[in-house]
């Protein structure tokens, strides 16, 4: 009873403030029966009654936001075109990008907008962002929220993310991260992923998210001095990346296509530097090499006198070692590798250290001592 004299009181001073404002009869109509119709969703209990008062404005703008309440525009978001409704204020109101898009000289004119590179998880954490200042990141969510976040100029979430990514990044995830910031050409962030993998080279190299890495992202990490791995591991890696890359690119499972999208990337493996008999086993008998530059290497590894290829010869700053096998006896002992001319220090707690410190040790002491 009580809501609906509210009801009646509030629609006799909306009416009389419309009469006041001299707009024609049928629009003041048109206007009463829309009044109307939102007041009676309010008493029908679609709307919380009065749910203005006393909330902040986060509060309101959530309450607006999650319950679709004068919504101007919709999103079709994700490849299954997800619709999520939204205001073109708020979003102009916090991003450059979405005011452009709305306000700007070549505003968009229709009501719905389709985004199909980001999915709706995503999309929904932007704009919890944007209209309540409310940012829970997952690590694992990162790259892309990062790349949502630069898509549309919210460079707080980006200033967040890359917070996060400093403090949480690991050998499973570097290489999405570097993507990411190679995509928005972030260089500080690119420089401190490679940082980070040339740490951590193994693990790195071996994880699922370098498979994804694009050509030049390959190529930027391969190029380097400093990535202290032996030539045949890199190699190796490249390969099974130059497949994954032939999978994407819907190309043939052959040496030609490999080295078709290996481009640049195998001028800088570093062949000239490889062992002959690895040479010999796994490089010479396929077809990634042509047949000159095939000989130019063997060439180049079995002669004193160094000829020119179009390989790097000079070697990294510090290559892992891996150690196959070794002699450790009990309580520290000292052990020789002729091979790597390296001496190496078997200590009680399992941990190795070398003597050369151009190498690193990776592996394991099979016999670690007690
Ligand atoms: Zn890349």
Redesign the pocket.
Known sequence: MSRIATLENTSVHFYRFLILSGLPIFALRRIHKKSTRRASMAVDGTFEKDWQSFRTLNDCNRYMLTNEIGCDITFLVGKERHRVSAHKYVLASRSCVFFAMFYGPAAESGNEIEVPDVEPDTFSLLFRFLYYEELTVKTDAIPEILYAAHKYGIMKIVKKCKKILEETVCTENVCSI??SA??FNDTELLRKCREYFYREPIKCLQSDSFLD?????VD?VISSDDLPLEESLIFERVLEWADAECIRKNLELIDSSRRHVMGKILNHIRFPIMESQYFAERVACREILSKSERLAIFTFICSDQKSKTDFKSTRRKGRCVYARSCSAKQNSRMTHSNRYKVVMRFERNGHVTLKNENLWFVGQNRRRTK
């Open positions: 570097m993507e190679h995509t890495l694009c050509a030049d992202c930027n």
